[in-house]
């Protein structure tokens, strides 16, 4: 199969008939006279970014020479097992991804439900509207690429300008007329708690971890995590019983009516798209309230929610000290207890810890011998220093 002559490069995060968009225009083609050339005949090309069809990532990556892994990523598919545990909706499909955590509510709180034809996220002709950000397709040149995150009710603000996504109802991928005919809407910023909400889902999507205040999490238990709170925040008023003080506190908080007006129960992918958004600033709201230790959630996930540990006051020091230059010695020393305790588990971090202690060994093997031996004493597994695993070896 010959290449394409052009096709420019993805950006992070876009969604993969953005991305054809783009090659076509510079074809001077349409999407559909891609996909001709790749052998299929689509009727809904926009279902490309859900599950592509057999074999197309392989010619796609044959025709632009981009890696079959960069090109799966730009669709909802490439994000199973993370984001969706799998594409076809299956019978228990609901409380196996929102049952198994809890956050907000004791464990055993919620009802059991079945849900047909469910999938996490995925948008509903009800729910999220096309969103864009004012900034992002201003500053590119027509057509715009287009973030998957703008196509499902996951985010509500731009990662990169951190204003608020805005709902857009002009033709996919040409946000230009935006701007120029209908003047554009104005950027919105948004308050803290949802850019931090934001960032932790953008890192999720693009480094596949997320940095929580005490644990590095998996960004499959991150998308569990925040699916479960807008679960709490959405289960009826029998099913919290007397717990339902906590998440009307949070609702009350986020500005919101109670379950963002629902009524009766819907899963959260059924809701309109004002009730996902309110949903979606509620758990945010949640998240800052329980990490500012506003709010004790009850539930077993609870704690990794909680701040860090406050290394500046020690109960157990009997004067705390205002010289500087004791005061950086402490720090130095309280953030070197914190890496030895993230070494215990990260081998990342491991390997970054033995190389600064042996950085200035020069031909002394005494030195590395000492470190290793020191490394077992802390409890810091030493296997975590083969080359095995290191995931940038080649
Ligand atoms: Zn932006």
Not at 136 to 155: A, G
Request: charged letters at 20%.
């Amino acid at each position: 199969m010959t290449r394409w002559p052009v096709h420019p490069a993805p950006v992070p995060g876009e969604a993969l008939t953005s991305w054809l968009r783009r090659i076509a225009h510079r074809h001077g083609a349409e999407v559909q006279d891609l996909v001709l050339d790749l052998g299929y005949c689509l009727s809904c090309p926009e279902d490309l970014d859900t599950v592509p069809p057999e074999g197309f990532i392989d010619h796609l990556a044959a025709r632009t020479g981009a890696a079959t892994d960069t090109i799966r990523a730009m669709t909802l598919n490439g994000q199973t097992p993370w984001l969706l545990d799998q594409l076809q909706p299956a019978a228990q499909a609901y409380t196996t991804y929102t049952r198994q955590l809890t956050v907000l509510l004791p464990p055993g709180r919620r009802r059991d439900r079945a849900v047909d034809h469910w999938r996490p996220w995925a948008p509903t002709d009800a729910g999220w509207q096309h969103r864009a950000c004012p900034l992002c397709t201003m500053e590119s040149s027509p057509p715009c690429p287009y973030q998957l995150t703008w196509l499902v009710p996951l985010m509500l603000s731009c990662p990169v300008h951190h204003c608020r996504l805005e709902r857009y109802n002009g033709p996919v991928g040409y946000h230009d007329i935006w701007h120029t005919s209908l003047g554009g809407p104005a950027p919105r910023p948004v308050n803290a708690a949802i850019r931090r909400m934001d960032e932790r889902t953008w890192q999720a999507l693009t480094t596949g971890h997320v940095a929580l205040p005490r644990h590095r999490v998996h960004a499959g238990i991150w998308f569990r995590l925040l699916r479960t709170l807008l679960d709490e925040l959405g289960a009826t008023l029998t099913e919290c019983g007397t717990y339902g003080r906590l998440t009307r506190e949070v609702w009350e908080r986020a500005g919101h009516p109670v379950r963002a007006g629902q009524h009766p129960w819907r899963p959260y992918e059924h809701l309109t798209d004002q009730q996902q958004t309110q949903s979606l600033e509620a758990a945010a709201t949640a998240i800052h309230l329980l990490e500012t230790r506003v709010l004790a959630g009850l539930g077993h996930e609870a704690a990794l929610f909680l701040p860090p540990p406050n290394m500046t006051r020690d109960p157990g020091r009997p004067h705390q000290t205002m010289d500087p230059t004791a005061l950086r010695w402490q720090e130095i020393k309280d953030s070197l207890d914190a890496t030895v305790e993230e070494a215990r588990t990260t081998p990342e971090t491991a390997r970054q810890l033995f190389n600064f202690c042996t950085m200035y060994r020069g031909e002394d093997d005494h030195i590395v011998r000492e470190v290793r031996g020191s490394f077992t004493k802390l409890g810091i597994p030493l296997e975590y220093l083969s080359p095995m695993n290191d995931p940038h070896r080649l």
